[in-house]
């Protein structure tokens, strides 16, 4: 999971890098993977509780980031990015998956600052800190266990 999470988020990272776009085929894709995984812990343990969590925060999160894409805080790219990390991460983290956005903001706030220091302009994609704050949630939370899960 984590591997084809990684993967897949490193690779759309790569391409909005390059290109300031997210492709439907490379996010339909990870959103395709998250409900197929959602629906397969969900089988697994008896328990809609891990879909249901995936279905919300994935819903939470797009919509937070269209509120962005609406006001020119961010790209409609980002919308389908952070709804399809959601529906990957949620399974895992629990609610702690809402976690994303502030995280990617931190990173995020991070590059511009590094951007300035280096004497460039401070836009630049969101992708790739959607990528990794993805990447430190799936991982922490698996790591942490499912003590700390609040689902």
């Known amino acids: ?7 897949r988020s490193a ?15 490379l996010t339909g894709a990870l959103a395709v993977f998250g409900i197929i995984q959602a629906i397969g812990i969900s089988a697994w343990r008896h328990d ?3 879909l249901v969590i995936a279905g919300v925060t994935a819903g939470i999160l797009a919509s937070l980031y269209a509120l962005l894409a609406l006001t020119k805080s961010g790209g409609f790219g980002d919308i389908k990015f952070a ?5 990957t991460i949620a399974p895992y983290a ?21 951007r300035r220091v280096r004497g460039r302009a401070a836009k630049h994609p969101h ?4 990528a990794i704050a993805g990447i430190v949630l799936l991982v922490g939370s698996m ?3 499912p003590a700390l899960i609040l689902a």
Request: no cysteine; charged share 10%; hydrophobic share 60%.
């Open 1 to 7: 999971v984590v591997a084809v999470t990684a993967v």
């Open 11 to 25: 690779r759309l990272a790569v391409v909005d890098e390059r290109t300031h776009t997210l492709p439907n085929r």
């Open 48 to 50: 809609a509780a891990p």
């Open 83 to 87: 709804g399809a990390l959601a529906l």
């Open 94 to 114: 629990g609610l702690f998956t809402l976690y994303l956005l502030p995280i990617a903001f931190v990173i995020s706030a991070v590059r511009i600052m590094a």
């Open 127 to 130: 992708g790739p800190s959607l």
């Open 143 to 145: 790591l942490a266990g």
